[in-house]
């Protein structure tokens, strides 16, 4: 039996345990409560706020046919343990970041972000126009999973630092929050990386259990407050350059829908997409000169630090290409990418320089 089989058969084995002690989903008067469990805390900007988009879209598109409980952590499962029950059917959706899962197969990172990867817009082509979808249920069929994107943060920040980063050897011993294989990256270059939900990370700040952190962007980092522990902020990072959440739903669940119910998550799930991002890029702007006054340092990282991450970034990412899924995701995630950025750049890119040359700002 090869890893995947054995990988599936194990969760899907686990997932009758887990659920003959469940109650089965509600079904009543042609209507159908769906439970999904998150990754954020209530409240949480940017994060939970596509959580509720996306639960609020699907109860009304669907007339309330089709209606969704949002369990936040701790209120079923923890903040990372959404994959694990709605693959052993625990529950019947999550909305997370799928890079947080990259233990079971480092493959979800292209579902979330990857180093030096796309764009909120260069993501998006490849996951819809791209073969990114089909590869994200591929994918999603070892685990028992039916794969939705459901948000994007766009660009988040390289991040919180209680000093700043002169040369990549301050990265050495630094203990610094940052998940999926931007993470590892920082573990290539010597930081003490540690994944720790959201939730906790204004505690692990301020206790000094980290000594700096990644987040989201302006919007959400200082809704977070991070700018009372910490007063040096990198605006651009290298691990998230458009940033994907998912919703995924167990395989199971999703066959037993109606094909209306199924295209009303699908449709859902890429609305979310849209609205949770232009929200996040309309009030990045304003957050940003807010912590700028309240006394928070903005900078950029030198080209040698950016130099690093991207040799650091090579090696992670090449030592994944044994795994045949993760090659085929990445080859055509790339060739995507290069597809959309050959003309994006010669479009987009160019007007914004002469946009800003002729008017400023």
Known sequence: MDRRSFLKASTVGAGAAAASGLAAPALAQGTRTLTMVTSWPRGFAVLDD????????????????????????????????????????????????????????????????????????????????????????????????KGMLAGNSGSQSGGWFRNEITSADDFNGLKFRMPGLGGQVLGKMGASVQNIPGGELYQALSSGALDGLEWVGPMADERAGFQEVAKVYYTAGFHEPGSALASSINLDVWNELSDTHKAILRYASMATTHLQLSETLANNGAALARLQSQGVKTLQFSDDVWDAFGAASKEVMDENMNDELFAKIRNSFEASLAQSASWIQKSDGYYIEQRVRVLGG
């Open 50 to 145: 596509a959580a509720t988009y996306f639960n609020t879209m699907v109860d009304e598109l669907s007339g309330g046919s089709l209606t969704i409980d949002k369990k936040a952590p701790g209120e079923l499962v923890g903040a990372f343990e959404v994959f694990d029950a709605v693959s052993s059917g625990q529950a019947d959706l999550y909305h997370s970041a799928d890079y947080y899962f990259i233990g079971q197969h480092p493959g979800y990172a292209y579902f979330t972000a990857v180093p030096f990867g796309g764009t909120a817009q260069e993501v998006t082509n490849w996951y819809y126009h791209g073969g990114g979808e089909a590869l994200h249920d591929e994918l999603g069929q070892i685990f028992n999973l």
